[in-house]
């Protein structure tokens, strides 16, 4: 069986990508990518989504209100969620992208309600979710602790993890993946890093965040003409990651794979 590598959280409904994302992703499968859990990041994505979701059986919808779109939310959003994620439950589909995040211009106040409301519907359906976190450590932490204290978790994913080695142990006692973006491949950032390998091997997950993160693509720096980053930069920091753990890529990314089909119900093994 060949390498199998999924992208664990991306936007490929963003109008930031130049080209059309059948193109982006048939690159992407050219290079051993094979599924994406596409992330909205406001209502008006929804639908975007989940068109793509039909049109190209690799990618998951991952459909919520993220931290920076809060503003956007109209009356009747959760309501609205509920519906069209139960409408996809047989072909599955996670929420997100949601969470907390300090330099928004939104209100944290703001945030965590829109976040709470999130984190119920996937607890109601018992669907996976991803959730964004900048400088919001310990508000996730208590929302978390204080969510498995009482109905239980969903499926948790922590995207583009950028914490602390003793946060990212506490995330994982509540059964948290972590997901580690392209950033841990600079060398400057040696405590990310360290973090990344002190994650135990079944909790984790790695994503592009594309088409953002562009500062971390590993070729940005000799190709000026990179404007934006993309899935098939995932394969990269597989065979990164896996040389980090001293393991063979394929087996690293089988790991990861069985991780994500855990993350999503058993989606994956459809």
Same mark, same amino acid.
Not at 16 to 44: K, L, M, W, Y
């Given at each position: 069986?060949s =390498?199998?590598?999924?992208?664990?959280?991306?936007?490929?409904?963003?109008?930031?990508?130049?080209?059309?994302?059948?193109? =982006?992703?048939?690159?992407?499968?050219s290079?051993?990518?094979?599924r994406?859990? $596409?992330?909205?990041t406001?209502?008006?994505?929804w639908?975007?989504?989940?068109?793509?979701?039909?049109?190209?059986?690799?990618?998951?919808?991952?459909?919520?209100?993220h931290?920076?779109?809060?503003?956007?939310?109209?009356?009747?959003?959760?309501?609205?969620?509920?519906?069209?994620?139960?409408?996809?439950s047989?072909s599955?589909?996670?929420?997100?992208?949601?969470?907390?995040?300090?330099?928004?211009?939104?209100?944290?106040?703001?945030q965590?309600?829109?976040?709470?409301?999130?984190?119920?519907?996937?607890?109601?359906?018992?669907?996976?979710?991803? =959730?964004?976190?900048?400088? $919001?450590? /310990?508000? !996730? !932490?208590?929302?978390?602790?204080?969510?498995?204290?009482?109905?239980?978790?969903?499926?948790?994913?922590?995207?583009?993890?950028?914490?602390?080695?003793?946060?990212?142990?506490?995330?994982?006692?509540?059964?948290?993946?972590?997901?580690?973006?392209?950033?841990?491949?600079?060398t400057?950032?040696?405590?990310?890093?360290?973090?990344? /390998?002190q994650?135990? !091997?079944?909790?984790?997950?790695?994503?592009?965040?594309?088409?953002?993160q562009?500062?971390?693509v590993?070729?940005?720096?000799?190709?000026?003409?990179?404007?934006?980053?993309?899935?098939?930069?995932?394969?990269?920091?597989?065979?990164?990651?896996?040389?980090?753990?001293?393991?063979?890529?394929?087996?690293?990314?089988?790991?990861?794979?069985?991780?994500?089909? =855990?993350?999503?119900?058993?989606?994956?093994?459809?």
């Amino acid at each position: 069986m060949s =390498i199998r590598f999924l992208d664990a959280h991306l936007h490929l409904q963003d109008e930031r990508f130049p080209a059309p994302a059948d193109q =982006i992703i048939a690159r992407a499968e050219s290079v051993g990518v094979h599924r994406f859990f $596409c992330n909205a990041t406001r209502e008006a994505d929804w639908q975007d989504i989940m068109e793509l979701a039909r049109k190209h059986t690799g990618i998951m919808p991952f459909l919520g209100i993220h931290p920076w779109q809060v503003d956007s939310a109209v009356t009747g959003w959760e309501e609205r969620l509920a519906e069209t994620l139960s409408s996809c439950s047989s072909s599955g589909a996670g929420i997100g992208e949601t969470g907390l995040d300090k330099y928004a211009s939104s209100g944290l106040q703001m945030q965590q309600k829109l976040f709470a409301a999130q984190l119920e519907i996937a607890a109601d359906l018992f669907l996976p979710i991803c =959730i964004h976190c900048v400088r $919001c450590w /310990k508000m !996730l !932490l208590d929302t978390l602790e204080r969510q498995a204290a009482g109905r239980g978790l969903p499926p948790v994913m922590i995207h583009s993890f950028s914490g602390s080695v003793e946060t990212m142990h506490r995330l994982q006692q509540l059964g948290c993946l972590i997901s580690y973006s392209l950033r841990i491949m600079n060398t400057r950032n040696t405590k990310l890093l360290n973090t990344f /390998k002190q994650t135990p !091997l079944e909790a984790l997950l790695l994503e592009t965040d594309a088409p953002d993160q562009l500062h971390a693509v590993p070729t940005r720096q000799s190709d000026s003409a990179i404007t934006y980053n993309e899935p098939l930069n995932v394969a990269a920091l597989y065979r990164f990651g896996a040389e980090q753990r001293m393991m063979h890529v394929k087996d690293f990314a089988n790991q990861i794979w069985n991780n994500a089909t =855990i993350f999503t119900n058993q989606t994956l093994a459809r």
